[in-house]
């Protein structure tokens, strides 16, 4: 039986932090559960329903913890599983939930299971929780098959016995094998570990990747990073979005079902088109997958318009509701993404003397884009910092560079790095606030103090106080839980009705009329002398 109580995520707003990144409270440069703890009250402040913590387990940090070695403790660098209880106890007294990032596809080579394949050898029940395969060629030297890894690169590497094994990513990030029993059920021992903890849910890493097509047919096209999506022309990959991996979420559902209080499992999976991604969120199934098409689509009515109509209808036809996100800490931020040319995107990320960002216009439209994205039914996410207008590190120097995809990529893609720079709270405060001491794990711009938390408090206009309004106003309106109907407008202006209120956006560059008894709440930049809407605006009014 649906209720507020269980069913909170149908329309709720839930905050990205990535943990190295949002605040550090020992100095060490790199940020941690204390630090988060202490900052939650923030996030109350700024109207969030719950977080979602990228990884804080025990890692390498070859991936930047997306590369487990222990799924049951907390990596020292963050603290500990006391820390973690801490965390969640706090979040609990204020109200706010916490999901947790679960990583099944690949352990860390630092995993135990994986040491011990490596030492059982060939045909050992210790391999079989992986995937090793003999290689070809008469003497076995070329790998089993032409897969590539998304971090660029073959995504097969060989063991000094001979064997290879698969790693879809990173050469620290062996595939699981989800055909193996015991596989299946240590993940079902790591979910009840969390659940029992108070864990509200959780992120599935590549969850369109866990099942490989049994015949292992070759396919040696390159995908998009994390894109896990074919290039035009290329036969369906056998890595990606396998019927297979439904029985696994199937599973898992009937899990969390025991617990009370609404646990949820949101499916990272970037799979296209729209109806294949709604199979991840049949009733049995999860309950939120994240909407990557909208993230990708050009600044422009017609395209928005039609991703909005067919993600919403993919969704609606299995009875959830979409989830909208517009950043997170694998994509270009969206302040800085839409500071380019339309049409133009960077998806691999940014660097010195690539062309860089009109950072102005970026940010206009990044506030205009959340405001449409806020008033969207459904749930959405957002991703630390960009409630403070966060650009992209654009000019980080590649020496600094930590994020795998630049090393195997052989330099051709500067990667991630420049979204995870830490947040800067204070202006000035050494790492502006960041943490106690001057250290910080990426360079932060000077730039930065600008953007600083207690440079955008109180103040109006702000992109912070813009964000804060809007989510006020998101609860107030039931905009998340509404229903959403176009309005006919000249081509360049999207605008629909939702929970009372009209949001108009305008992509062109004639200001846009708002009907003449619009009462308007809420604006992302001021409208012209007589009221009408300029370029690149978002606004909410009461009609
Ligand atoms: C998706 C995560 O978001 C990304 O950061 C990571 O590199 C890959 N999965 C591999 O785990």
């Not at 993230?295 to 979409?322: E, F, H, Q, Y």
Request: glycine share 10%; hydrophobic share 40%; aromatic share 10%.
């Amino acid at each position: 039986m649906p209720s507020p109580q269980t069913d909170w995520w149908r329309s709720a707003v839930i905050y990205q932090i990535y943990p190295r990144s949002f605040a550090d409270s020992n100095g060490d440069g790199m940020g941690d559960l204390p630090g988060i703890t202490a900052r939650l009250g923030d996030l109350r402040e700024l109207g969030v329903d719950a977080v979602w913590l990228s990884p804080f387990y025990p890692s390498p940090q070859h991936d930047a913890g997306y590369d487990v070695a222990d799924y049951r403790a907390v990596d020292p660098r963050f603290g500990d599983l006391g820390d973690a209880d801490k965390m969640l106890a706090e979040a609990r007294a204020l109200g706010l939930k916490v999901i947790v990032d679960l990583v099944p596809n690949h352990t860390s080579h630092d995993h135990a299971w994986f040491r011990e394949a490596l030492a059982a050898g060939p045909d050992s029940p210790e391999r079989e929780r992986y995937i090793f395969r003999d290689g070809r060629g008469p003497d076995g030297s070329e790998p089993p098959n032409g897969w590539q890894s998304v971090f660029g690169g073959p995504a097969w590497e060989r063991v000094d016995d001979g064997q290879w094994y698969l790693h879809l990513f990173d050469v620290s990030q062996p595939d699981l094998n989800w055909d193996s029993p015991e596989v299946r059920a240590e993940f079902v021992s790591v979910l009840r570990f969390w659940l029992d903890r108070g864990v509200a849910g959780f992120r599935v890493d590549v969850a369109h990747g866990l099942i490989k097509n049994a015949d292992f047919a070759d396919w040696h096209y390159a995908g998009e990073i994390l894109g896990g999506l074919a290039p035009e022309g290329a036969p369906p990959p056998p890595m990606w979005d396998q019927d297979g991996v439904h029985e696994i979420y199937r599973e898992w559902r009937a899990v969390l079902d025991e617990y009370e209080g609404g646990r949820i499992l949101v499916a990272e999976a970037w799979v296209q088109p729209a109806d294949r991604l709604a199979r991840y969120v049949r009733p049995d199934e999860m309950h939120q997958a994240f909407n990557f098409e909208y993230l990708d689509t050009p600044w422009s009515a017609d395209p928005l318009r039609k991703v909005i109509d067919t993600t919403t209808a993919a969704n609606a036809a299995v009875g959830a509701p979409t989830t909208w996100v517009l950043s997170n800490h694998d994509v270009v931020r969206h302040a800085t993404r839409l500071g380019y040319p339309v049409g133009e995107p960077r998806k691999h990320g940014i660097g010195i003397g690539d062309p860089q960002p009109d950072v102005a216009l970026g940010l206009r439209r990044a506030r205009a884009a959340t405001l449409q994205m806020l008033a969207l039914p459904g749930s959405a996410y957002l991703y630390q910092g960009e409630e403070l207008g966060l650009p992209e590190a654009t000019e980080i120097p590649d020496s600094y560079r930590q994020d795998p995809a630049w090393e195997r990529s052989g330099h051709a893609e500067r990667g991630r790095d420049g979204c995870r720079v830490p947040l800067p709270w204070e202006a000035d405060a050494p790492s502006y606030g960041f943490g106690p001491a001057d250290a910080s794990w990426l360079p932060q711009p000077a730039v930065w103090a600008e953007y600083a938390l207690d440079r955008q408090r109180g103040v109006t206009g702000s992109t912070y106080e813009l964000y804060r309004a809007a989510l006020r106003l998101r609860a107030a309106h039931g905009l998340g839980a509404g229903t959403l109907s176009w309005v006919d407008t000249p081509a360049d202006v999207l605008a629909f009705r939702n929970g009372g209120l009209l949001v108009l956006t305008n992509f062109g560059d004639a200001p846009a009329e708002l009907p003449l008894n619009a009462r308007v709440q809420l604006a992302s930049e001021p409208l012209t002398a007589d009221g009408r809407v300029p370029q690149d605006v978002t606004v909410w009014a009461r009609v």
